[in-house]
């Protein structure tokens, strides 16, 4: 199986238009330190990269299809991309299907809860212009989904967290979720929202890959740097400082940490927090990152 990181940024991206924090300041001065990332997404494929299911579809979608060679058409309107699996229904993770709008067929995987919260918009109407244009498949916390289009099949399993902002009402199970890809006896594990590593132990163990929620390295990040007033467990994120400590003892063949918000220090190379992550046995995602699991 092969997975791709597409963007490594949590939502904003990096750098992100509004921040003037020491890491965006330090990228837009082209600091060798630091890299620019794009928002949220990895591709995976189980046929040697034949075809290609996104997990997440970021507003840097289309950056992404013209920086990333295997996710170009190969002929007159044949895309690779197999499907889009949502893990939550935050903007910076369903903004780029409405980049995808065109005249071709769209296949979504994601809770009945996610794509209701999605379709709940006018906006949403652009995906009415013939029959077919969009389709939900449902996946549900639990129950396999084979993806044959792809190659691979998906597990999601309960990764709690919180309604996105744009939608009113008490969280539910369903708006956000971790998976489990698998294709012949290989497992690839994707939490990005995860706010109790503890919680969700035994459905990370025995993966041959993790991607884990690197948004913050602490609790007060945001509010240390003077950048807002909300906790990392307030918007359902477990700081790395304490994830990668719980998850200390759980053997993966590759463990990379990604979704990593602009204030994050591990961002800058040769940062005290990033030695202590890589020390850990963690990989700091960066764009074009490829993987094979
Ligand atoms: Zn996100
Ligand atoms: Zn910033």
């Not at 007033?229 to 003892?249: C, F, W």
Request: overall charge negative.
């Amino acid at each position: 199986m092969k997975a791709k990181i597409l963007g490594s940024a949590a939502g904003g991206g990096f750098p992100q238009w509004n921040c003037g924090c020491t890491n965006c300041v330090e990228v837009r001065r082209g600091n060798a330190r630091t890299r620019a990332r794009t928002q949220d997404s990895v591709a995976v494929s189980g046929d040697d990269g034949h075809t290609w299911l996104l997990v997440n579809a970021s507003p840097d979608v289309l950056r992404h299809v013209e920086a990333n060679a295997e996710l170009q058409p190969r002929g007159a309107r044949a895309s690779p991309i197999a499907g889009v699996v949502l893990t939550n229904g935050d903007l910076d993770h369903v903004l780029g299907l409405f980049s995808l709008r065109e005249s071709q067929r769209l296949v979504v995987y994601a809770t009945d809860r996610v794509w209701r919260g999605f379709m709940e918009n006018a906006m949403a109407r652009t995906f009415a212009r013939f029959d077919g244009q969009i389709t939900h498949r449902r996946i549900v916390i639990g129950e396999k989904c084979e993806i044959a289009e792809a190659g691979v099949a998906i597990v999601p399993f309960a990764a709690p967290g919180k309604p996105p902002v744009h939608l009113p009402g008490s969280p539910h199970p369903e708006d956000n979720i971790g998976l489990r890809v698998t294709h012949a006896g290989r497992t690839v594990t994707l939490a990005t929202a995860l706010k109790d590593v503890a919680a969700a132990r035994s459905s990370l163990e025995g993966s041959d890959v993790i991607f884990l929620d690197g948004t913050f390295f602490t609790s007060d990040e945001l509010v240390a740097q003077k950048l807002g007033t909300a906790r990392a467990e307030d918007m359902a994120h477990q700081p790395v400082k304490t994830s990668v400590a719980a998850l200390e003892g759980v053997t993966f063949g590759r463990k990379i940490l990604t979704h990593i918000n602009n204030s994050n220090p591990i961002l800058r190379e040769g940062s005290e927090e990033r030695a202590w992550a890589e020390k850990m046995g963690w990989e700091i995602a960066f764009d074009g990152m490829e993987i094979d699991a």
